[in-house]
Every structure is written in C-alpha cells, then in structure tokens.
C-alpha cells in the first residue's frame, strides 16, 4: 500500500523549499522502505536547491539520514523490518566494473538507486543522492541500509550518512593521514571539523582549521585543531607554512568548494604534499594556475567521494566509537580518587574520570 507522507522537496533553482504530500510505493524486489527518524542538514542539499547539482526537479531532500527499516522486499536478506539504520549513498553491488575491479569505494551502482516517490500529481521526484531523507519514510535499495547499534541516537547516527563520514573519511582513507603528519583543513563546517576529527584520530601532530568565521574556528579547535587560522585576517598560505616549519602542510583538505580556497590549499601544502578536494564546487567554476606549479610542486592532488568509505565497514566502527561514553562508568573531582581506587576493586567501575 502506497505511504502518504510529509517531505521536503525543491520545486526549482533557487526557489525556497516546501513541505508537501509525498507518495512513496511499497518495496520491490530489492529494496527497503525505512521510517527516518533523523536526517542532517548538508550543504550539498543546498547546492541542489541552487542548481549547482543539476536540473531534475522536483528534488527530494536530505540524504544524511537513520531511521528504522518498516518493510522490504523481495530477495532482501540484509536487513528486517525493526533493524536501526543508516542511510548511505555508496552501497557496494559487487557487479559493476569498479566492484570487480577491487575498488568497491567508487561503486557506481547506487547513485540513482531508485525514482519511484511522487508527488499527489504523480510527478516523480528526484531523490537528493539516491535517498531523499526529509521525508517520514523513504524508498531506498536495501544495500543502501547499514545496520548500526540502535544505542546510538539517531541524530548522530545519521550524520555518519554523509558529511561526517566525508569528512573523517577524507583524512583517513583519501589522504591517508599518518602518524605525525601535519594537516591543515581549509573551511570548518560540519565536512570540514569532522576532517579535522579524523586526521586527529589518524596520529596527525599539527591540525590547522582555517575559516573566515571566528565561531566555526572556535568549533574546530574543541574537535581537535592545534592552530587556527582566520583567512579574513590573515594570509593562510604563509601561516601554515611558518606552522610547520616553512614547509607547508603534508595533507590539507579543501571543505568548502571554491577555486580560491582550493588554491590556498594547493600551496599551502607541503612540496610532494597531498592535496584533498572535498567541497563540491559548482559547474561555473574555473580554475587558474601556472601549470608548471603542479609539475614543480609535484605529489597528489586527490577529491574524496563519500571520504572513500564502505559503509559496512566505517559505520559501525564510527558508531563503536562514540559508544566509547560507555567506558565512562562515572565522572569524578580530583579529591574522589582514592574512592574510586576502591570501586576498581571491588569491580563495579570500567572507568572512573576525573573531570578537573
Ligand atoms: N565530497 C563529499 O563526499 C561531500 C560530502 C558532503 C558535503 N560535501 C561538500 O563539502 C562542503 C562543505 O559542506 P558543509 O556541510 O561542511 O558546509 P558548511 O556550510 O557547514 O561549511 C562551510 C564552511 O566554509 C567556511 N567558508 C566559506 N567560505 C570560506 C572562505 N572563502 N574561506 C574560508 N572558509 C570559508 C564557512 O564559514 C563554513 O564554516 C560543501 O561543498 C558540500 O557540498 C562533500
Ligand atoms: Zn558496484
Ligand atoms: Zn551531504
């Protein structure tokens, strides 16, 4: 039976959005129909209200989403009605050329996964990245459900589905960040603290957050940046390079999508650095550079898709991560330490903290 629902579409480039009646169709063969409970705000959403995606509205929005699996189809075995998901755009098919060629992070299979949500009209929307999630319940393939531990509560869970994992995935699989390494990430929004985040869990040594907004920078330090940088104010090129040393940084991630901050990056690095473009940028964009700097400058100059995730693997090892609150058996002052010394005996704490 077809679902009447709530959800927000984008009717045409760069008209306000609107919430309207949504009809979304049982599950076939293959696919799964999930009731969100959570679902991000990214900017990509925003690029395809502007039309800087591309022109198939009217779009469906949202795609950073968890929610809990209703019903599935046929043929469907991965997941039931009742299992907490996340959402992910990448679902590995295991058939198409990248698959079989070992490389299941640039699966192509997905990205149209389904158009089969209309309006009351039978106009067919446009799923924003295959999902459509600001929407009480979506039509997904059911490869794009990832079981998580429904401990997790969904307005965490679901940014995992795009920009956190973006962002974390772009230092750790797309760069990779290593132990030691110096990294600076250019734009600190939702993509860019969680590059932050990531090239912290990866060992990196210096992490430099550069922005124009002195709130976003503030952010980036409480995620893990060494040193910040307002571009508004001061020359990020050379104040990376004086941050390390004269040298530029060994990785710096470009979060935003512009030409001129990917120039930043581009010379910010260090010689043989690498450079990671996770902003998207527009279709209008140009880029103007002596070409001889990237002959001269030489390393790598990479864009991460989706931080060059497998969903299957990276979700619930992120989500293990922030279950790490269950180490946290109690918070404690610094005077509740021989007490606590007494709980570890007698085994009723895994961690006592103290919070100074
Ligand atoms: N590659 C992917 O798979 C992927 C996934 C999700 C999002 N994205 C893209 O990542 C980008 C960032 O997304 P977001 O949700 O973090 O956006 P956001 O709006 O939250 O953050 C952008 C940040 O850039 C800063 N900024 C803007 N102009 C700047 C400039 N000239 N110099 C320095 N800082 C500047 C803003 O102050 C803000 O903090 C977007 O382009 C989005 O489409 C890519
Ligand atoms: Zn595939
Ligand atoms: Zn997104």
Redesign the pocket.
């Given at each position: 039976m077809t679902s009447r629902v709530r959800g927000v579409i984008a009717r045409g480039k760069g008209e306000p959005v609107e919430v309207t009646t949504v009809l979304v169709p049982d599950p076939g063969p293959g696919e799964a129909l999930v009731a969100v409970q959570a679902c991000g705000v990214?900017?990509?959403d925003l690029?395809y209200r502007e039309g800087g995606i591309g022109d198939d509205y009217p779009y469906l929005l949202g795609h950073e989403a968890a929610g809990v699996v209703e019903a599935v189809g046929d043929g469907v075995t991965s997941v039931t009605p009742g299992d907490f998901v996340i959402l992910n755009w990448r679902a590995v098919c295991g058939e198409c050329r990248a698959c079989r060629r070992g490389r299941p992070w640039y699966c192509f299979a997905t990205h149209n996964a389904q158009q089969k949500m209309t309006l009351e009209d039978g106009t067919v929307l446009s799923p924003a990245l295959g999902i459509g999630a600001f929407v009480d319940k979506t039509l997904v393939a059911a490869g794009q459900c990832t079981k998580v531990d429904p401990a997790v509560p969904p307005e965490v869970a679901g940014l995992l589905g795009?920009?956190v994992m973006?962002?974390l995935g772009?230092a750790i699989n797309t760069a990779p960040v290593t132990r030691g390494d110096s990294v600076a990430v250019?734009?600190?929004?939702?993509?860019?603290?969680a590059a932050i985040l990531g090239a912290r869990l990866a060992g990196a040594r210096t992490i430099i957050g550069?922005?124009?907004?002195p709130r976003?920078l503030e952010l980036a330090q409480q995620f893990g940046a060494t040193h910040v940088i307002n571009?508004?104010e001061t020359d990020p090129v050379e104040r990376i390079q004086e941050l390390t040393g004269g040298n530029g940084a060994d990785v710096v991630i470009e979060?935003?999508?512009?030409p001129?901050?990917y120039l930043?990056a581009f010379y910010g690095r260090d010689l043989a650095g690498t450079v990671v473009l996770?902003?998207?940028?527009t279709p209008d964009m140009r880029l103007e550079a002596p070409l001889l700097d990237f002959f001269g400058r030489g390393g790598a100059l990479k864009?991460?898709?989706?931080?060059d995730c497998l969903p299957e693997r990276d979700f619930p090892m992120l989500t293990d991560l922030y279950l790490l609150d269950k180490f946290v058996s109690e918070i404690i002052a610094l005077d509740q330490v021989e007490a606590a010394f007494a709980k570890m005996e007698r085994g009723e704490v895994l961690r006592s903290v103290v919070k100074l």
């Open positions: 990214c900017h990509t690029h795009c920009g973006a962002g772009a250019i734009g600190c929004g939702g993509v860019g603290d550069v922005d124009i907004d976003k571009s508004r979060a935003i999508g512009r001129e901050t930043q996770v902003g998207v940028p864009s991460s898709w989706y931080g």
